[in-house]
Each structure stands twice: as structure tokens, then as C-alpha cells.
């Protein structure tokens, strides 16, 4: 490329022969840069020195290692750190006094520091706290309520959330308020279209679970599950990942509903959540096809609050220092060995019974049987 530069063609002829770029075709020629070609440098290493000029001599390193295991064998304070070693080496007067960093760095590279790295475990499955969940044999309907948003115009609004585990299958309703009786019906139309799930997961909001003032409260949506052969779930108090697949659904309806259009009115706000649900469902619709059967809603149904209640409950609870667990407004003694630890808690109303069982994310498959209690739930008028 050189030789016919100098023999007069232009660079662009030469770089389209060889095809090269005309850059390199430049690079070339300010090598050469009018000397013998056969006296040229050819070879591409980068310029400079094989070595870099403050590279620490192996003689240092070795003294610094020295250092560390004597400090750690005679310091009176116990110190044989980075910072131990550059304070003895300056008391030594030796020179050249490497800094606190390269000290650290040398460490490091010769394996020579007792700190462990932080062991990543993988996470549990998904709902790893319901066996027949995590087996993927069930199906688990997850519901939460975003609060606070106000339309311009002082046009208060609350939204109920919903995300199928397994299959993704969402859903969204925007009210002026979300009470239990608007919960109620917004499950029975979903539930009715697309089949009764397994287990419904809430958190501990009054709406979902009923009144926190007095003990053996089982409010209307919970009656409603029962009602219908569906598990109510509820997760524990400020604990985090139960309720994942949800609050991630609810960051996705709040960035791409409400802070992506300015909304004239409540109507106007439902109109842009359904577009944006039908669109969530379509996208998922292999997912939901793949995800386990979900049952078909009983024609014959009618939701009677004063029935007699039958089915499960499951409370997923923290113990307390002393292995207890509060559930339904009673503190249960668990376990002594297990305390502030979780625990699912299974209320049978039929057996009258309550189970509580050991929940471990590090070892998601070993949930023994902690304790059974007796529980009698009153018979009293629901208060509509």
C-alpha cells in the first residue's frame, strides 16, 4: 500500500484495491514516513515500554507479604490490614513507600486477603411457599390496590391490580374508590371469563382481609374465595418478594398508563388502562395458554356473606422472638426453635385446625409441620 502511495495513486485507489479503509491506508504511509521500506517498524504493539515504569519491584511485594503475617501474628492491636502494613513500612523507613491502594492491590492479586465475597444463591421458584405452586400444578391470582393518584381537578382515583403467577394473565380496574364490595365484583367478572384459580394472594389490607380491630375477622373477598373453592393467601407485614410478580405489574401500569398520558377524566383513564391490559394480554398469550388449567366458574353460583364457611386460609407469617405467630387477631405459640423466622399458616375451617409450617428460601423444598392448634371460629352474623 506504501510502494503505490510513493509510485503517485491516490489513497482512495489504494484503500478500494485492498480493500481497506482509507484511515489505514494513512496509517501506513505516516509509519513509513519517507524512510527504506525495508527499514520500517511494521509491527502494531502499542508504543511505549513492555513494562510500565512505576510497576512495584517483586522485592517489595514479597516484603509487604512478610509484613502482613507477622502483624498478624504479633500485632498488639490485631491489625495486619492494608493500612497496618503502609503505618509499619513507614516506621521501617523503607523506601520506596508504596501507597495504601497498591498495598491492597498486592493483597489482592496474591490471594492474600481473608474478606469473602458475597455467595449468590439462586432464588427460590416461583411461589415457593405453596408446594402445588411451586410444582407448577396451581394456579395463583395476585391482587394489590394502587392509592394516591389524583386526576387535575382534584379527581381522586385508586386502581385494582391484577397478575395471574404462572401464566401473567393481567388485569386492571381504575374506580373513584376501591372498597371490598367493588373487589368483589371486579373478581367475579374476571373470574367468570377466565376461570377460578387455585389460591387469590393479597396483602393485609383491610379491603382484602377485613377488619383489623377485633380477632376473628374474615371479611367479604375472603368469603368470596371461600365461597368459591379458591385459597385466599395473605403475605406477611413488610416483607419483600411475596408480592413481586404484582408490584412489578403495578410499575408497568403506573409508566405506561398513568405517567405516559395526561388524563382528562376517570373515563379517559379506564379507557387507556383496558387498551394497555388488552395489549398485556395478547402479548402473553402463549404464557397463559402454557400456564396450569384454571377452573370453570360455577353457573349455578350466588355469593351468600351469611353462609357457613368452609375451605382454607393460608397466612404467611413472621414468628417472634419467642416463636409466636399472630394470625386473625391471636397469637399462636409456633415453635421456641423458630423464632423470627416464616411460617405458612393453614386455618382449615372445616377441621377447625390451624397448621403452621417452616418456610426457608435457602431451602424452599423443607417445609415440616411445626405445630397444629385447635381453632374454633365463632359463629356470628356478617355485618354487611
Given amino acids: 500500500m506504501v510502494r503505490a502511495v510513493r509510485r503517485g495513486d491516490s489513497i482512495h485507489e489504494v484503500a478500494r484495491r485492498f480493500r481497506v479503509a482509507r484511515s489505514s491506508v494513512r496509517r501506513w504511509v505516516r509509519r513509513a514516513d519517507g524512510q527504506r521500506l525495508d527499514r520500517v517498524d511494521w509491527s502494531s504493539h502499542a508504543p511505549g515500554r513492555r513494562e510500565p515504569v512505576n510497576k512495584t519491584l517483586a522485592e517489595v511485594e514479597e516484603l509487604v507479604l512478610r509484613l502482613r503475617q507477622e502483624l498478624k501474628d504479633t500485632s498488639a492491636l490485631g491489625e495486619y490490614g492494608a493500612v497496618a502494613i ?93 372498597t371490598a364490595k367493588t373487589v368483589v365484583e371486579a373478581l367475579v367478572g374476571h373470574w367468570r371469563r377466565y376461570g377460578l384459580p387455585d389460591y387469590a394472594q393479597c396483602d393485609n389490607d383491610t379491603v382484602f382481609q377485613g377488619a383489623h380491630h377485633h380477632a376473628d375477622a374474615i371479611g367479604r373477598v375472603t368469603r368470596l374465595c371461600l365461597s368459591l373453592g379458591v385459597v385466599p393467601v395473605f403475605t406477611p407485614p413488610q416483607e419483600t418478594g411475596f408480592q413481586a410478580a404484582i408490584e412489578s405489574f403495578n410499575g408497568r401500569w403506573e409508566a405506561k398508563v398513568w405517567s405516559r398520558f395526561t388524563h382528562a377524566s376517570r373515563r379517559a383513564l379506564q379507557f387507556r388502562s383496558a387498551r394497555f391490559v388488552t395489549a398485556a394480554r395478547r402479548r402473553a398469550a402463549a404464557r397463559i395458554e402454557n400456564a396450569p388449567p384454571r377452573r370453570a366458574f360455577p353457573d349455578d353460583w350466588r355469593l351468600d356473606l351469611q353462609a357457613p364457611l368452609q375451605g382454607c386460609v393460608v397466612f404467611l407469617r413472621r414468628t417472634d422472638a419467642k416463636g409466636q405467630a399472630s394470625v386473625l387477631g391471636h397469637l399462636f405459640p409456633v415453635n421456641a426453635n423458630w423464632p423470627h423466622r416464616l411460617v405458612r399458616a393453614e386455618v382449615n375451617l372445616t377441621r377447625e385446625r390451624i397448621r403452621f409450617y417452616a418456610l426457608r428460601r435457602r431451602d424452599p423444598s423443607y417445609q415440616p409441620l411445626l405445630r397444629e392448634v385447635h381453632y374454633d371460629f365463632p359463629k356470628r352474623r356478617f355485618h354487611e
Fill in 86 to 178: 503502609r503505618e509499619e513500612l513507614q516506621r521501617r523507613c523503607i523506601r520506596p513507600l508504596v501507597c495504601t491502594r497498591t498495598i491492597g492491590r498486592i493483597l489482592e492479586r496474591r490471594g492474600a486477603l481473608d474478606g469473602r465475597r458475597r455467595i449468590r444463591r439462586p432464588p427460590p421458584p416461583r411461589g415457593w411457599y405453596l408446594p402445588r405452586l411451586a410444582a407448577g400444578r396451581a394456579e395463583l391470582d395476585s391482587f394489590d390496590i394502587v392509592e394516591g393518584l389524583v386526576i387535575r381537578g382534584a379527581i381522586a382515583v385508586e386502581v385494582l391490580n391484577g397478575i395471574s403467577l404462572h401464566g401473567g394473565l393481567p388485569a386492571s380496574w381504575p374506580k373513584a374508590k376501591i
